[in-house]
């Protein structure tokens, strides 16, 4: 029997640079896209995947993460008093079953594949996902809900996968295996970050990812890469070979939240799904024409 995706790691730790001053005092993942903030996507959609266990790696000044996932006393009994049953419905809406989320601290910001090795006790010798917030993904059908139905039938290790121009291979995690196959893609190699010239094709990492275990060993062990930082794709690309790996394309619009204008256009997408402000939404961008 295959074991199942139980738990889900959220690397959260980041400073968030790109968007200060905003991200002085909070978190980046903190960032609402219409009404919620980037860490709550993330988190809803590991639930629908069927993830139960939360595992967050966050840093120094996150604590406003962690409040996220909890009551807000006074302002829960502030609205019970009122009756203003709705917006306690949302105030509760956040909230995991206890024991569901764990939290721990990355103390030095020594990169992604470190900051997923701080988690490896609390995910233990399980298959695990791991989801960037930053990167939001728009379709019916949850990418990691994609994943995992994916998964049941190939197992091993997956990325999600999509094509990038190729001036931008600099960016990401990409991809050596054949662009053709289907929308599971073996995997031949991994590499982190290379020039365009360099690239062994176009098709980039996007921030989900489903691992075996085993990949802590070889985060324990892996030296600094690209930017002089641990990098998780490095890791993986030790498992090519030993264990299953797919890239997985997904269906669904990717946003990336990481950038201004990327998280400018989620905002612009997502409010447009939502019926109460589709309308005045579209009216006002075509005073922007
Ligand atoms: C990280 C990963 C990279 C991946 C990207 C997706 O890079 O290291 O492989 O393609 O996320 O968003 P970062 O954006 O943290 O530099």
Same mark, same amino acid.
């Given at each position: 029997m295959r074991r199942e995706i139980k738990t889900a790691v959220f690397p959260v730790g980041g400073m968030g640079t790109r968007f200060l001053p905003a991200t002085k005092a909070i978190p980046k993942e903190m960032l609402p896209v219409v009404d919620k903030p980037?860490?709550?996507y993330a988190?809803?959609?590991a639930k629908a995947a069927g993830v139960e266990n939360f595992v967050f790696v966050t840093g120094r000044y996150k604590s406003a993460l962690e409040d996220h996932f909890?009551?807000?006393f006074e302002l829960e009994r502030?609205?019970?008093e009122r009756q203003k049953h709705h917006q306690l419905d949302l105030a509760h809406s956040t909230l995991l079953?206890? #024991?569901?989320a764990? /939290?721990?601290r990355q103390q030095m910001a020594l990169g992604l594949g470190h900051a997923v090795l701080c988690a490896r006790h609390?995910? #233990?010798?399980?298959? /695990?996902a791991v989801i960037l917030p930053d990167d939001m993904i728009l379709d019916d059908v949850l990418c990691l809900v994609q994943m995992v139905r994916?998964?049941?039938e190939v197992g091993g290790n997956m990325v999600a996968v999509a094509e990038v121009p190729g001036e931008h291979t600099d960016r990401y995690g990409i991809l050596d295996g054949d662009p053709r196959a289907g929308a599971l893609i073996p995997v031949r190699g991994l590499v982190e970050k290379p020039r365009p010239e360099e690239a062994p094709s176009r098709l980039a990492l996007i921030g989900r990812y489903i691992l075996q275990p085993q990949v802590f060993e070889h985060l324990a062990r892996q030296e600094p890469g690209a930017g002089g930082e641990i990098q998780l794709t490095d890791a993986m690309a030790k498992l090519i070979g030993r264990q299953p790996f797919h890239g997985f394309r997904f269906s669904g619009r990717r946003f990336d939240c990481g950038d201004k204008a990327g998280y400018l256009e989620a905002n612009i997408a997502y409010a447009l799904e939502c019926e109460a402000m589709r309308e005045p939404v579209r009216a006002f961008l075509k005073r922007y024409r």
């Open positions: 980037l860490i709550q988190v809803e959609e909890d009551h807000a502030g609205l019970e079953k206890p #024991g569901q764990a /939290f721990t609390l995910v #233990g010798d399980e298959p /695990f994916a998964y049941s």
